[in-house]
């Protein structure tokens, strides 16, 4: 691959979904296959243009300059499309003055997404595509679901809103609360991609971790949040407080048994302290269990110290109100360390019949958890198989330091 196609390369996969939106914000007149397409037009025009001229000072706003060059020429013969990111001004008669509680685009764009309309999953998928620029991949592995899946996700969501008329447009200041539950899974999503994405030292994309942070923060300081925006707040901000010791020096990924807590974010766990006791427990949600484990982790001194007792419980009450086989994986994580290993190898093998069969971290956790036993060969079996089902190399050094005790 030649300079100019990585350029190209680059800007595909950190600027497709943010020039999308911004043809969408352009005209009404554009729809989501449209402002694709023109999108998709552009990066094969800067292909051929910067192998001869080479690659301007800014390729982002020079591909944005053609995305728009390209869709003023085609509105000019055409004029038959509608924008969904804007309002029919006869729908909208009766609705509220049209006013913007966020400052931040994107703030907008990710409320406008959550539309009634559209089910839960399309909504959360055509956030995460069109909004936070996700990958398809990225995508499919945030929600446990295959690219195939994505895809056809994706594909009806475009028709719905064509056939349905659904403008996406940022909803009045009243109707913002009733959006906010898929508005913070989005966050949640982005931030554990950002925790996990990348490969070597960028397996943290650091600036997904930062933007739900920021997300979250405009919520709260908006006054469009409730209980549940306190909870994953805080719960955003204990991860992110142990960012920075997740890898070693030589760049070796490290799991929690591992981390040098000295290097552990003090400011971020007491931000994150003061955000845990404002948290209202008259309702109390995923996020309200997770941000306690979180918590657990963050204030125990050692590795051998968490209290794994509590943490088994919060799990199991978790698992009540949301069952899902990622949550039971740390669930049989922690009854394992909490001395109950029959009962956490039991959900293991349970797991092996879920979608988790095709998921590095299952394999690599019962790889990990057979060489604490002694049982090098179930170990070595598990260890291989997760060498296979991952394409990040730190994850890969993981496991063969694992197999190299073995």
């Known amino acids: 691959m030649n300079r100019e196609e990585q350029a190209v390369d680059l800007l595909y996969k950190t600027h497709f979904g943010k020039m999308v939106t911004a043809m969408l914000q352009f005209s009404r007149d554009i729809d989501l296959e449209w402002a694709e397409d023109l999108v998709q037009d552009a990066f094969f025009s800067a292909l051929s243009t910067w192998k001869h001229k080479g690659i301007p000072e800014n390729p982002a706003g020079w591909m944005y300059k053609v995305c728009r060059n390209n869709a003023i020429n085609s509105l000019k013969r055409n004029k038959t499309f509608k924008n969904p990111f804007e309002g029919d001004p006869a729908a909208d008669a009766a609705a509220e003055p049209d006013e913007s509680v966020f400052d931040d685009r994107k703030m907008q764009l990710l409320f406008a997404c959550a539309h009634p309309r559209l089910s839960s999953k399309m909504q ?16 499919s592995r945030a929600l446990g679901m295959t690219v195939d899946g994505i895809d056809k996700m994706l594909a009806r969501a475009k028709h719905r809103i064509k ?72 719960l955003l901000l204990f991860n992110a407080a142990r960012l920075g010791a997740r890898f070693s020096a030589a760049g070796q990924l490290l799991d929690l048994e591992e981390q040098d807590r000295t290097l552990w974010n003090k400011d971020l766990i007491a931000l994150g302290n003061h955000y845990i006791r404002q948290v209202n427990m008259d309702h109390v949600s995923s996020y309200h269990y997770e941000a306690a484990i979180a918590y657990l982790h963050c204030h125990a001194k050692s590795f051998a110290d968490t209290d794994w007792s509590t943490i088994t419980q919060l799990y199991a009450k978790l698992l009540q109100d949301n069952p899902n086989p990622f949550v039971e994986l740390n669930y049989a994580i922690a009854l394992y360390y909490d001395r ?33 036993e002694g049982e090098y060969r179930e170990s070595d079996r598990h260890l291989t198989k997760a060498l296979a089902l991952t394409s990040f190399q730190a994850e890969k050094d993981f496991v063969q330091k694992i197999l190299l005790k073995n």
């Open 124 to 139: 959360v998928v055509i956030t995460l595509k069109y909004v936070v620029n996700l990958r398809i991949e990225s995508i």
């Open 163 to 234: 056939m349905e008329s659904i403008f996406l447009k940022e909803p009045s200041p009243r109707q913002l609360t009733s959006r906010l539950p898929v508005v913070h899974k989005i966050i949640y999503l982005i931030f554990n991609e950002g925790y996990r994405a990348g490969s070597g030292r960028e397996l943290v994309r650091q600036d997904l971790c930062e933007e739900s942070l920021i997300m979250t923060k405009s919520l709260l300081d908006n006054h469009i949040s409730d209980g549940d925006t306190a909870a994953l707040y805080a």
């Open 340 to 372: 109950q290993a029959p009962k956490a190898f039991g959900i293991l093998h349970d797991l092996q019949q879920t979608f988790l069969e095709r998921y590095y971290l299952l394999h690599a956790t019962m790889g990990k958890l057979y060489f604490l």
